[in-house]
T-cell receptor, first 116, second 114 residues
Framework: AQKVTQAQTEISVVEKEDVTLDCVYETRDTTYYLFWYKQPPSGELVFLIRRNSFDEQNEISGRYSWNFQKSTSSFNFTITASQVVDSAVYFCALSDRGSTLGRLYFGRGTQLTVWP | NAGVTQTPKFRVLKTGQSMTLLCAQDMNHEYMYWYRQDPGMGLRLIHYSVGEGTTAKGEVPDGYNVSRLKKQNFLLGLESAAPSQTSVYFC?????????????FGPGTRLTVL
């Protein structure tokens, strides 16, 4: 069965601090995809990144970076030098070949609050 | 390109009332999905569609019906609304069935059932 766990319900940091959001996943499939979405206070879902199970290279995009470790089934997301605009709910999600037509299995989300 | 649009954006219903949420996409996607988002629960799949005229149940289908009469539209119906259906509803679409294809999400509909 597929499962995504985001153990951190809420995180608060002060601006310019680095913060890491944890994501642990479960799947029996060897081919799968992992996603991160951002949901700002306005409510829409913003796609951040997609990684497949065969590419364990870490990725950096500006202040965002992702650490994918198959050995620990984790796909963690780090924001460097956080800003108030980073305040949002962040969702980790999984899709695999057993998924219903590419459906996404979401974690429960982590509410990040960045204080000025 | 409008992407995925949803109407209405907000709605308040009384218990027992019915309503239909409309999702429209202009990307010629075959696959469409309805999710609901509840506090602390992430998003859960209600129903999905693999193409015009076809629909199937997802993880939490009870109390909902759907229709896909046109490729670009996916309707979610509540025949007799219940307070437990108070939620934010997201529609999504994707180009193909391959796992990993990005799903494009609409802006959401916030529904309150009193």
């Amino acid at each position: 069965a597929q499962k995504v766990t985001q153990a951190q319900t809420e995180i608060s940091v002060v601006e310019k601090e680095d913060v890491t959001l944890d994501c642990v996943y479960e799947t029996r499939d060897t081919t799968y995809y992992l996603f991160w979405y951002k949901q700002p206070p306005s409510g829409e879902l913003v796609f951040l990144i997609r990684r497949n199970s065969f590419d364990e290279q870490n990725e950096i995009s500006g202040r965002y970076s992702w650490n994918f470790q198959k050995s620990t089934s984790s796909f963690n997301f780090t924001i460097t030098a956080s800003q108030v605009v980073d305040s949002a709910v962040y969702f980790c999600a999984l899709s695999d070949r057993g998924s219903t037509l590419g459906r996404l299995y979401f974690g429960r989300g982590t509410q990040l609050t960045v204080w000025p | 390109n409008a992407g995925v649009t949803q109407t209405p954006k907000f709605r308040v219903l009384k218990t027992g009332q019915s309503m239909t949420l409309l999702c429209a996409q202009d990307m010629n996607h075959e696959y469409m999905y309805w999710y609901r988002q509840d506090p602390g629960m992430g998003l859960r799949l209600i129903h999905y569609s693999v193409g015009e005229g076809t629909t199937a149940k997802g993880e939490v289908p009870d109390g909902y019906n759907v229709s896909r009469l046109k490729k670009q539209n996916f309707l979610l119906g509540l025949e007799s609304a219940a307070p437990s259906q108070t939620s934010v509803y997201f529609c999504a679409s994707s180009y193909s069935v391959l796992a990993g294809d990005e799903q494009f999400f609409g802006p959401g509909t916030r529904l309150t059932v009193l």
